[in-house]
């Protein structure tokens, strides 16, 4: 079929993040264990999600870790960069 886009989902990010739910609390949450847990796999797996699954998480050392956390899962905006300055 000509222009036609077909979806496959990738993954459930409930599931995979094991959250109770997609609120907004529930994120925040999320990003508090994430950076408690910054070399740990979870954060491999955003950050593989986060790259469309082309490449794995261990392309991301520490400060791509951070600079993922502080400047894309802090804010809603994809503009704000109010977060990005807390990078060590």
Do not use: H
């Not at 222009?3 to 989902?9: C, M, Y």
């Not at 994120?27 to 979870?42: A, K, S």
């Not at 400060?63 to 990078?87: G, H, P, Y």
């Amino acid at each position: 079929l000509y222009n036609s886009t077909k979806f496959v989902e990738e993954y459930s990010a409930k599931s995979a993040y094991s959250l109770k739910d997609l609120s907004p609390q529930e994120w925040n949450n999320f990003v508090l264990r994430l950076e408690n847990d910054i070399d740990g796999e979870t954060m491999g797996l955003v950050y593989e999600f986060f790259m469309k699954s082309s490449t794995t998480g261990n392309a991301c050392d520490r400060i791509c870790r951070m600079t993922l956390i502080n400047c894309n899962l802090k804010t809603a905006r994809a503009q704000d960069t109010t977060f990005c300055s807390e990078i060590i």
